[in-house]
Protein backbone atom coordinates (compact mmCIF):
# COMPACT_ATOMS: atom_id res chain seq x y z
CA UNK A 1 0.00 0.00 0.00
CA UNK A 2 0.56 3.51 -0.83
CA UNK A 3 -0.32 7.01 1.13
CA UNK A 4 0.18 10.33 -0.32
CA UNK A 5 -0.81 12.82 2.50
CA UNK A 6 -1.07 16.40 1.15
CA UNK A 7 -1.20 19.72 3.75
CA UNK A 8 -0.38 23.32 3.76
CA UNK A 9 -3.16 24.51 1.91
CA UNK A 10 -5.79 27.39 3.26
CA UNK A 11 -7.12 31.16 3.04
CA UNK A 12 -4.79 33.60 1.68
CA UNK A 13 -4.87 36.93 0.64
CA UNK A 14 -3.74 38.24 -2.52
CA UNK A 15 -0.04 38.75 -3.29
CA UNK A 16 0.38 36.21 -0.19
CA UNK A 17 2.31 32.87 0.37
CA UNK A 18 1.77 29.24 1.02
CA UNK A 19 4.28 25.96 0.92
CA UNK A 20 2.30 22.59 0.27
CA UNK A 21 3.60 19.31 0.87
CA UNK A 22 3.02 15.77 0.14
CA UNK A 23 4.62 12.81 1.93
CA UNK A 24 4.30 9.74 0.34
CA UNK A 25 4.96 6.41 2.76
CA UNK A 26 4.31 2.55 2.66
CA UNK A 27 6.32 -0.05 0.57
CA UNK A 28 7.72 2.59 -1.88
CA UNK A 29 11.26 1.37 -3.86
CA UNK A 30 11.45 4.20 -6.00
CA UNK A 31 9.84 7.58 -6.72
CA UNK A 32 9.73 9.35 -10.54
CA UNK A 33 8.30 12.35 -11.34
CA UNK A 34 6.69 14.55 -8.40
CA UNK A 35 3.70 17.21 -9.99
CA UNK A 36 1.14 19.61 -8.18
CA UNK A 37 -2.13 19.84 -10.39
CA UNK A 38 -5.19 22.17 -9.61
CA UNK A 39 -8.64 22.22 -10.30
CA UNK A 40 -10.56 25.48 -9.73
CA UNK A 41 -14.74 25.02 -9.98
CA UNK A 42 -16.03 24.16 -13.10
CA UNK A 43 -12.56 23.95 -15.00
CA UNK A 44 -10.69 21.02 -15.98
CA UNK A 45 -7.82 19.46 -13.60
CA UNK A 46 -4.24 21.37 -15.22
CA UNK A 47 -0.66 20.76 -14.44
CA UNK A 48 1.34 23.47 -12.04
CA UNK A 49 4.77 22.05 -11.87
CA UNK A 50 6.70 18.77 -11.97
CA UNK A 51 9.75 17.49 -10.80
CA UNK A 52 12.15 14.86 -11.72
CA UNK A 53 14.05 12.13 -9.98
CA UNK A 54 17.21 14.62 -11.59
CA UNK A 55 15.95 17.60 -10.55
CA UNK A 56 14.72 18.79 -13.93
CA UNK A 57 11.61 21.37 -13.45
CA UNK A 58 8.53 22.18 -15.29
CA UNK A 59 5.83 24.96 -14.57
CA UNK A 60 2.74 26.56 -16.19
CA UNK A 61 3.44 29.46 -17.91
CA UNK A 62 0.52 30.99 -15.10
CA UNK A 63 3.03 30.41 -12.57
CA UNK A 64 6.56 30.67 -13.83
CA UNK A 65 8.34 32.64 -11.76
CA UNK A 66 5.83 32.63 -8.64
CA UNK A 67 5.92 29.02 -7.86
CA UNK A 68 9.20 26.86 -7.02
CA UNK A 69 8.82 23.35 -6.61
CA UNK A 70 11.19 20.91 -4.96
CA UNK A 71 11.56 17.47 -3.26
CA UNK A 72 13.14 15.75 -0.43
CA UNK A 73 14.00 11.73 -1.79
CA UNK A 74 14.87 10.79 1.92
CA UNK A 75 11.41 11.89 3.14
CA UNK A 76 9.78 10.59 0.10
CA UNK A 77 8.10 14.47 0.00
CA UNK A 78 7.18 17.16 -2.63
CA UNK A 79 6.93 20.57 -1.76
CA UNK A 80 4.98 23.44 -3.39
CA UNK A 81 6.35 27.50 -2.49
CA UNK A 82 3.87 29.16 -3.34
CA UNK A 83 4.45 33.64 -3.01
CA UNK A 84 2.54 36.24 -4.83
CA UNK A 85 -0.38 34.72 -4.98
CA UNK A 86 -3.28 35.62 -6.83
CA UNK A 87 -7.08 35.13 -6.59
CA UNK A 88 -7.26 33.16 -9.76
CA UNK A 89 -4.93 30.17 -7.85
CA UNK A 90 -7.54 29.33 -6.50
CA UNK A 91 -8.14 26.03 -6.67
CA UNK A 92 -8.13 22.67 -4.90
CA UNK A 93 -4.23 21.27 -5.48
CA UNK A 94 -3.27 17.86 -5.99
CA UNK A 95 -0.03 15.83 -5.31
CA UNK A 96 0.93 13.32 -8.37
CA UNK A 97 3.97 11.02 -7.68
CA UNK A 98 4.87 8.29 -10.35
CA UNK A 99 5.85 5.57 -7.89
CA UNK A 100 7.42 2.01 -8.34
CA UNK A 101 6.59 -0.81 -5.22
CA UNK A 102 8.30 -3.71 -4.45
CA UNK A 103 7.56 -5.91 -7.00
CA UNK A 104 5.17 -4.08 -8.67
CA UNK A 105 5.67 -1.60 -11.68
CA UNK A 106 5.36 1.92 -11.93
CA UNK A 107 1.63 3.14 -10.89
CA UNK A 108 0.45 7.04 -10.23
CA UNK A 109 -0.46 8.00 -7.09
CA UNK A 110 -2.52 11.18 -6.22
CA UNK A 111 -3.11 13.00 -3.13
CA UNK A 112 -6.29 13.73 -1.43
CA UNK A 113 -6.30 17.33 -1.85
CA UNK A 114 -5.93 20.43 -0.35
CA UNK A 115 -7.74 23.97 -1.16
CA UNK A 116 -6.28 26.88 -1.72
CA UNK A 117 -8.02 30.11 -1.28
CA UNK A 118 -6.74 33.55 -2.54
CA UNK A 119 -9.07 36.32 -1.57
CA UNK A 120 -9.13 39.84 0.23
Known amino acids: QVQLVESGGGLVQPGGSLRLSCAAS????????MGWYRQAPGKQRELVAT???????NYADSVKGRFTISRDNAKNTVYLQMNSLKPEDTAVYYC??????????????WGQGTQVTVSS
Open 96 to 109: KLDIKRFGSSWYNY
Open 26 to 33: GSIRSINT
Open 51 to 57: ITSGGIT
